[in-house]
């Protein structure tokens, strides 16, 4: 069974604090994911990695960063915590959408509010 | 165009009934597709692919009709069970890496 885990399900952070969130895939995916996900808006990405030390922006990388040092792990961190960044946020990973079977396989999700 | 477009619903049907949705996408190219299913507060996961023109798996059946490009998600004799989110997924082909998923179409199962 592929499993994809993050660090913490539920997670209270100031505003202005360094956040990490943490995600650890052991089934050899090259491709990690980073998506936050807020009613309404559906799942919205905001990096990926294709591999080792490779980063690409999604769609609201604003006030995020990434960091893949090792295939199975991608963090996720945001510099200055905002309230806006309250939200539920989702690691995946997966094998190349060229490759069949390219299915997302998603971590159980990591609730943060920011107070 | 947006690359992956559903309709959000929600779609409220009582239990035993068929219900169906579509989602479509841009890029044509795309070879593989996904359906995933979330329910309330939990993490999405895989409920069916389909690679060619279609898949059937028990009560669920999933097409693919690549000159409109849509692929379509039906559900017979629905359970109460069957209520939460479906997320469409379309993997652009140009890409080794990006997933890009739709915004979900919210499904309620009524008594």
């Known amino acids: 069974d592929v499993k994809v885990t993050q660090s913490s399900r539920y997670l209270v952070k100031r505003t202005g604090e360094k956040v990490f969130l943490e995600c650890v895939q052991d089934m050899d995916h090259e491709n990690m994911f980073w998506y936050r996900q807020d009613p309404g808006l559906g799942l919205r990405l905001i990096y990926f990695s294709y591999d080792v030390k490779m980063k690409e922006k999604g769609d609201i990388p604003e006030g995020y960063s990434v960091s893949r040092e090792k295939k199975e792990r991608f963090s996720l961190i945001l510099e200055s915590a905002s309230t806006n960044q309250t939200s539920m946020y989702l690691c995946?990973?997966?094998?190349?959408?060229?490759?069949?079977?390219?299915?997302?396989?998603f971590g159980q999700g990591t609730r943060l509010t920011v107070v | 165009r947006k690359e992956v477009e559903q309709d959000p619903g929600p779609f409220n049907v009582p239990e035993g009934a068929t219900v169906a949705f579509n989602c479509t996408y841009s890029n044509s190219a795309s070879q593989s597709f996904f359906w995933y299913r979330q329910d309330c507060r939990k993490e999405p996961k895989l409920l069916m692919s389909?690679?060619?023109s279609g898949n059937e798996d028990g009560r669920f059946t999933a097409q693919l009709n690549r000159a409109s490009q849509y692929i379509s998600l039906l559900i017979r004799d629905s359970k109460l069970s069957d209520s939460a989110t479906y997320l469409c997924?379309?993997?652009?082909?140009?890409?080794?890496?990006?997933?890009?998923f739709g915004s979900g179409t919210r499904l309620s199962i009524r008594p």
């Open positions: 997924v379309v993997p652009p082909y140009s890409s080794a890496s990006k997933i890009i």
């Open positions: 389909v690679y060619s």
């Open positions: 995946a990973s997966s094998f190349p959408s060229s490759r069949t079977g390219a299915e997302a396989f």
